[in-house]
């Protein structure tokens, strides 16, 4: 992995959910991150100090992070001086983005010409098997969502933490270029090819002890147009033993898609659980994660009340309250 500490590149975000890889990293990692670059016109604020490369080289910054997650994943022209000039200052680059630092010729020239190194995190690494199905020994837990950018990788990350809290054996499996930067290992896994998506989720949860559970991060959404076959791919390879279904609840359509609105959480519990039992029919739905980011303490309150009511099961907002209950729903 590349070295700490990181500056934070946001470039021209147009709202802090385009920034959520910066913002995943400074949450669950901050002792590692030194500050954040903004371009003009970016919309998206970390609460953190501003640098300039200058700035970051006196700080002792090693690694510049693309931290910003656009539509389509695309390296955009107008970043290329500031990555040039922290190249040429002596830091190293990392991306999580689908268009790769590597495939830039004039960024691959400025690494080379400086002795610096390219980080391309969305790249998958090992041979992948085709998914077989068996049952494996220890215990998953999957986050599934309504929509993308919901929650699930917050929500696996909280329940590790305390689950390691309490003693109990528990490892994160990252599988999103985010969940790969905090953790330092996982799977990219909207990067490997289709027929292989299922057998490396199953890779990367592995047989273990009866009483170790792997934390899946979740990806996309069932529901989603452009994102479902990931997510699919998470449901049958990772093989859960409980669903945490994950929810935003200000959202007016789904992310990317004006015309498709958000299926409600009785639609996401029944179809997941469905899916899920194919590959394991012991699955339970154990708890609900909601997103209250947008909402005020009060308004969050009624509504995590008024939906554990409804739904019958443990719903909580893991990163505003703590994930105790989800853990206990667990265990």
Same mark, same amino acid.
């Given at each position: 992995?590349?070295?700490?500490?990181?500056?934070?590149?946001?470039?021209?975000?147009?709202?802090?959910?385009?920034?959520?890889?910066?913002?995943?990293?400074?949450?669950?990692?901050?002792?590692?991150?030194?500050?954040?670059? +903004?371009?003009? #016109?970016?919309?998206?604020? /970390?609460?953190?100090?501003?640098?300039?490369?200058? @700035? &970051? *080289?006196? !700080?002792?910054?090693?690694?510049?992070?693309?931290?910003?997650?656009?539509?389509?994943?695309?390296?955009?022209?107008?970043?290329?001086?500031v990555?040039?000039?922290?190249?040429e200052?002596?830091?190293?680059?990392a991306?999580?983005?689908?268009?790769?630092?590597r495939?830039?010729?004039?960024?691959?020239?400025?690494?080379?010409?400086?002795?610096?190194?390219?980080?391309?995190?969305?790249?998958?690494?090992?041979?992948?098997?085709?998914?077989?199905?068996?049952?494996?020994?220890?215990?998953?837990?999957?986050?599934?969502?309504?929509?993308?950018?919901?929650?699930?990788?917050?929500?696996?990350?909280?329940m590790?933490?305390?689950?390691?809290?309490?003693?109990?054996?528990?490892?994160f +499996?990252?599988? #999103?270029?985010?969940g790969? /930067?905090?953790?330092?290992?996982?799977?990219?896994? @909207? &990067? *490997?090819? !289709?027929?292989?998506?299922?057998?490396?989720?199953?890779?990367?949860?592995?047989?273990?002890?009866?009483?170790?559970?792997?934390?899946?991060?979740?990806?996309?959404?069932?529901?989603?147009?452009?994102?479902?076959?990931?997510?699919?791919?998470?449901?049958?390879?990772?093989?859960p033993?409980?669903?945490?279904?994950?929810?935003?609840?200000?959202?007016?359509?789904?992310?990317?898609?004006?015309?498709?609105?958000?299926?409600?959480?009785?639609?996401?519990?029944?179809?997941?659980?469905?899916?899920?039992?194919?590959?394991?029919?012991?699955?339970?739905?154990?708890?609900?994660?909601?997103?209250t980011?947008?909402?005020?303490?009060?308004?969050?309150?009624?509504?995590?009340?008024?939906?554990?009511?409804?739904?019958?099961?443990?719903?909580?907002?893991?990163?505003?309250?703590?994930?105790?209950?989800? *853990?206990? !729903?667990?265990?």
């Amino acid at each position: 992995m590349f070295e700490a500490p990181y500056l934070l590149f946001l470039g021209e975000a147009p709202d802090g959910l385009t920034a959520k890889m910066a913002q995943g990293i400074y949450d669950w990692r901050p002792e590692s991150v030194a500050g954040q670059f +903004r371009m003009e #016109g970016c919309k998206a604020d /970390l609460g953190i100090k501003d640098l300039t490369i200058k @700035d &970051a *080289v006196a !700080a002792g910054v090693k690694t510049l992070v693309v931290g910003v997650v656009n539509r389509g994943g695309i390296i955009s022209e107008s970043w290329k001086s500031v990555l040039i000039e922290a190249l040429e200052a002596g830091m190293d680059i990392a991306c999580g983005l689908h268009n790769l630092l590597r495939d830039e010729p004039d960024l691959a020239k400025a690494a080379a010409d400086n002795g610096r190194t390219l980080y391309d995190v969305r790249i998958p690494t090992v041979k992948y098997p085709v998914a077989n199905g068996k049952k494996r020994t220890g215990k998953r837990c999957l986050a599934v969502g309504t929509d993308c950018s919901v929650g699930k990788m917050y929500t696996a990350l909280a329940m590790d933490r305390e689950m390691k809290k309490r003693g109990l054996r528990s490892t994160f +499996r990252a599988t #999103g270029q985010t969940g790969i /930067l905090i953790e330092g290992s996982g799977v990219p896994l @909207d &990067a *490997v090819v !289709a027929d292989f998506m299922a057998g490396a989720v199953e890779w990367l949860t592995p047989d273990n002890d009866a009483d170790h559970w792997d934390m899946i991060e979740g990806q996309g959404s069932l529901f989603h147009a452009s994102y479902s076959g990931v997510t699919m791919a998470l449901v049958h390879g990772g093989q859960p033993d409980a669903l945490i279904l994950c929810h935003e609840p200000t959202r007016k359509h789904m992310r990317g898609l004006p015309d498709y609105q958000q299926p409600s959480l009785e639609d996401l519990r029944d179809v997941a659980l469905r899916l899920a039992q194919v590959v394991n029919p012991a699955c339970k739905v154990a708890a609900i994660s909601i997103n209250t980011q947008h909402m005020d303490e009060a308004s969050a309150l009624k509504y995590l009340e008024e939906v554990e009511k409804r739904m019958g099961i443990p719903t909580v907002d893991p990163f505003r309250q703590g994930a105790a209950r989800l *853990v206990e !729903a667990l265990v």
